[in-house]
């Protein structure tokens, strides 16, 4: 680099850094004299310099009251300073703190027209004199000089070292701060040069005529000497010190304005609203600074604009700061020169912590860290002894924590009992009014598509005094499928638990007590499997959801809250049997590598022999004591189905014979046993059908281990089964939720409306119009999926509802029923909205709901916004942002992306792209799988009889029976 070394002079002394400290900002008002202009005006002087700190307003003029305050500030200078002056006393002392390692930066505020560039020419022209003269005297240090300028127009920043520079970034080092990118930086040769530049970043600046000044600044302008010094000689070590370095900004802000006042229009406008704007954010920081309470964090909001952010050192941080307010004397600007001495009051107050810049060799920082380590570790050798009383007082924290939380929990299990209580009150009370048998006409919406008529939507049923009752229950006994399918996914954990169990044991050598152990479990898997039964047949009946009409919103949402807990129950259930899942896809893992061993590495006879004390794992008896009892169609219960059909009959000689091994038919009787089944299972078992060729036993393993993987991947299957039917659950309720609330403000309809609808009209009937509703369906649905989707505009419905509800609706005769809710729900929606609006008369009212939902939907676009980065692959990005046309160039392209999607209502192939983009990016599909029903598998049938984990237990009779 070239960066041409200033010589020290002889006489110079060795330079000490300052002590570094606090400090207020130093503040002078500088008043120039009246302009020829306001002299031609007969604008009178309103102000008065009554000595050399204060300032105060004339009382003498006529219009004005009497104003005595007086304006005290570091240094007040009037209309007859020069501006040396000004320098020495209101910038010298701070700017020359560069040359000592210390930033600095001298600020010009004050209206427009006030004097600001006139005062600042001066300052810089002072100071690089008197910096050269500085480095003049220096004999022992070296001196280098850069300089850079910028200019902040119209927020834009433009570096002024070259003639037509573009805009330039602001970006935030880690180190430095904010550092604006690519900015020029020329080192100084001289001041001549120095000079020289300057008066080009002159020349480059934007400048304009304004009714106040002919050439008035528009921008505002930074000035930034950055001066770095070091010992002439390298060689010597330097106890601290090696080099010194900070920056020095001369700051000509653009003038405050009125655009009353300068008759601003246009671009002259435009500039002076991000002139006043900026410069609102620093008076807001400067006020903040002001008042800020010692030891008390406020917001300061630097990075409202792009002068506080470059400048942020210079506001309350690590410089030293001088400000120079200029005003005018005239009347007529007496309302801004005041506002300049309120901003000077303020200023007067902001204290920063100027610090030595130094900049320490390598060697010496070495040093440094290592004095900095040793000091930590004694500190903590110190500290050693006072530590578990910190901890203790930890703890007791935490203690006082834990036991917060408990009390207020005992508090909402209290608030749940009651509503229970009051619930089953009301409940009972209900039931006196049933009238017998009138259950028998309800009719499930969550059932597969049946005839119309018996599919009643919620608006056909008249509404009866009966139907409160009758909702409610119904939502109950959703709430308990809810916990049923908890329990079952609980189920489907320990039948695994049990396969694995068989497995080991099968794996690890068939002994008698494995094979009774084994015998066992199966019957412990029979006896789940009659209970699933059981619980299947409860299940079917439970899903007969009549359709009815009801007004008891406050029993709803107390059901809410009690199912919002069940769910939340189910989820954690399920969660917890993913993991436990995990773990016993490791053990599998384990125990296959285990078998590898034993078959490569030892006689299947020895392995056998060696593994065949093998103990069943605690863990899983232990895990089977905490699951619920009875019930349901678990993997386990289905997976026993298997076994059932298999050992309930006596299995041919030719399963024997390949279950255990060739030449197996000769069994060994084992000890007498009087459950049928154990006694059966042993018999299959016996040690000495073990002694077998190693072929047969490898076969054997790999097949329990194909049929035990198969399982799992069917356990997942099923626990994602159990998710889907846990969140079809929810959404039934909120069907049944909707109703409630629909009929609450539509009163329910009448007579006339239905007989307005044929199909209606031919359910009232019970005339049974399958064919002509199959008929009539697609069309129907499409014009129903169209009024919903303009609906969820108008009502700003979350796009992610829209999605999903889209993509799983897509015209299947069973979506009728939730069509015609979502559609009922929308609409009530949307004259709640609209009421809400004529009342408040305002649509951004606070309280407006749909402003509230506004808000909703774009904190929902913001946050998929951030998602999409994380869910989607650079390529996948770059296709969608092609896709949707946006620039490749262009700012926050994920922004724009999702503020695209969900706009259009009339283009279908817009509204299927968004779907597909927002499930993708929520994670609730992924490319290359098929939408909807797959997605989400709510056929809304009852609990599917397909048992996909018999596969893999049929695979292995399959291949046993081909061997
Ligand atoms: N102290 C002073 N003595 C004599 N003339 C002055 C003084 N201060 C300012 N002026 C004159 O007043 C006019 C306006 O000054 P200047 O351009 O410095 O104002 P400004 O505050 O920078 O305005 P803007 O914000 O519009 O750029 C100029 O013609 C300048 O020469």
Redesign the pocket.
């Known amino acids: 680099m070239l960066s041409p070394v200033v010589k020290a002079s002889p006489e110079s002394a060795p330079q000490q850094p300052p002590p570094r400290g606090r400090e207020k900002i130093l503040v002078t008002v500088?008043v120039?004299?009246l302009?020829s202009r306001e002299i031609a005006q007969r604008d009178p002087s309103a102000w008065d310099c009554i000595d050399f700190k204060s300032v105060v307003f004339k009382v003498s003029h006529p219009d004005r009251s009497p104003q005595t305050k007086s304006y005290k500030f570091d240094r007040v200078f009037g209309?007859d300073?020069v501006?040396n002056a000004v320098y020495e006393e209101g910038a010298k002392d701070v700017a020359l703190s560069a040359l000592k390692g210390l930033n600095a930066t001298i600020f010009?505020y004050?209206?427009?027209?006030?004097?600001?560039?006139?005062?600042?020419?001066g300052i810089v022209e002072n100071a690089i004199r008197d910096i050269y003269s500085f480095i003049e005297q220096q004999r022992d240090r070296n001196f280098i000089l850069k300089v850079s300028a910028l200019e902040i127009y119209n927020e834009i920043v433009k570096d002024l070292l070259v003639a037509d520079g573009g805009p330039l970034r602001l970006l935030d080092d880690p180190e430095k701060g904010t550092v604006v990118e690519k900015l020029t930086e020329d080192t100084v040769k001289d001041i001549d040069h120095l000079k020289r530049i300057l008066s080009n970043v002159e020349a480059h600046r934007q400048?304009g005529e304004?009714m106040?000044?002919?050439?008035?600044?528009?921008s505002h302008q930074i000035i930034r000497l950055t001066v770095e010094n070091f010992p002439q000689k390298l060689t010597e070590e330097p106890a601290v010190v090696n080099s010194l370095v900070a920056t020095l900004n001369f700051v000509?802000?653009?003038?405050s304005?009125r655009a009353s006042q300068t008759l601003a229009e246009g671009n002259r406008l435009k500039e002076g609203s991000h002139i006043n704007r900026s410069l609102l954010t620093l008076t807001t920081i400067i006020r903040k600074l002001s008042s800020q309470v010692k030891g008390k964090s406020v917001h300061l909001p630097y990075r409202d604009s792009k002068l506080t952010r470059i400048l942020q050192n210079s506001l309350g941080g690590n410089a030293r700061t001088a400000i120079i307010c200029?005003m005018s004397p005239a009347y007529s600007h007496v309302e801004q020169s005041r506002n300049t001495l309120f901003f000077a009051t303020q200023a007067k107050e902001v204290v920063n912590s100027a610090r030595v810049n130094v900049v320490v060799s390598d060697k010496e920082l070495v040093k440094q860290l290592q004095k900095e380590v040793a000091r930590l570790e004694a500190e903590l050798k110190t500290d050693g002894g006072s530590r578990p009383s910190n901890t203790e007082a930890l703890l007791s924290e935490k203690d006082a924590e834990i036991q917060k939380l408990r009390d207020e929990m005992r508090q909402l299990y209290l608030q749940r009992d009651q509503a229970q209580a009051r619930l089953d009150e009301v409940l009972k009370k209900a039931s006196d009014e049933v009238p017998e048998g009138s259950s028998q006409h309800s009719v499930s919406p969550t059932s597969t598509f049946q005839h119309p008529a018996d599919q009643a939507s919620p608006s056909i049923t008249k509404q009866t005094p009966t139907a409160s009752v009758m909702l409610v229950q119904e939502i109950r006994k959703l709430e308990h499928m809810q916990d049923e399918l908890g329990e079952d996914a609980s189920r489907a954990l320990e039948a695994l638990q049990k396969e694995v169990e068989c497995l080991r044991l099968a794996q690890s050598g068939m002994n008698q007590d494995s094979a009774t152990t084994i015998a066992k479990l199966q019957a412990e898997i029979r006896s789940l499997h009659k209970a699933k039964h059981n619980n299947r047949n409860k299940m079917s009946s439970t899903f007969a959801v009549s359709s009815v009409r009801i007004s008891v919103r406050d029993e709803i949402k107390r059901l809410n809250s009690f199912a919002t807990v069940d769910e939340n129950i189910a989820d954690t259930t399920i969660a917890t049997l993913e993991e436990q899942l995990e773990s016993v896809q490791k053990s599998l893992d384990t125990m296959l590598l285990d078998s590898k061993c034993t078959s490569e590495g030892a006689s299947p006879r020895t392995a056998a022999r060696r593994k065949a004390g093998t103990p069943l794992t605690s863990g899983t008896s232990a895990s089977r004591r905490n699951l619920p009892p009875e019930n349901s169609s678990s993997p386990r219960a289905r997976r026993t189905l298997s076994f059932e059909n298999n050992e309930n009959n006596p299995p041919s000689s030719r399963e024997n014979r390949s279950l255990l091994g060739h030449g197996s038919q000769k069994q060994t009787p084992l000890r007498k046993k009087t459950d049928p089944d154990i006694a059966g299972a042993s018999k299959e078992l016996t040690p000495k059908n073990q002694r077998n060729s190693s072929v047969d036993i490898r076969k054997m393993q790999s097949m329990f281990k194909t049929a035990a993987e198969e399982n799992i991947r069917s356990i997942r299957a099923y626990v994602v089964e159990l998710k889907e039917r846990v969140a079809k659950l929810q959404y039934q309720k909120q069907l049944l939720v909707c109703q409630v609330l629909d009929m609450e403000a539509n009163g329910g309809l009448n007579e006339d409306e239905n007989q307005n609808d044929p199909d209606l009209v031919c359910m009232a009937k019970g005339i049974p119009s399958m064919s002509k509703f199959l008929e009539t369906w697609p069309t129907l649905f499409t014009k129903q999926r169209k009024q919903i989707v303009q609906l969820w505009d108008t009502c700003q419905v979350s796009i992610v509802h829209r999605s999903q509800f889209y993509l799983l609706f897509k015209g299947d005769p069973a979506d009728k029923v939730y069509m015609e809710v979502e559609l009922r729900r929308l609409t009530w929606l949307q004259e709640q909205f609209s009421q809400t609006t004529q009342e408040s008369g305002c649509e951004d009212d606070e309280s407006s709901s749909l402003a509230a939902s506004l808000r909703a939907l774009k904190r929902e676009r913001d946050l998929l916004a951030k998602r999409i980065k994380a869910s989607l692959q650079l390529e996948e990005r770059e296709e969608l942002f092609a896709k949707w046309q946006i620039p490749v160039d262009s700012k926050q392209r994920k922004m724009q992306l999702v503020y695209k999607i969900w706009t259009d209502t009339q283009d279908l192939a817009h509204i299927e792209d968004s779907a597909k983009l927002v499930a993708r990016v929520a994670g609730f599909w992924e490319p290359g799988k098929a939408a909807s029903k797959e997605m989400f598998e709510l056929a809304f049938a009852p609990p599917s009889n397909k048992k996909p984990w018999v596969q893999g237990w049929n695979a292995i009779l399959n291949n046993l029976g081909a061997m």
Do not use: I
């Open positions: 500088r120039r004299p302009s209309p300073s501006t010009a004050g209206q427009t027209s006030s004097g600001k560039t006139f005062t600042m020419r400048v304004t106040l000044n002919e050439a008035s600044s528009r000509d802000l653009a003038g304005e200029t």
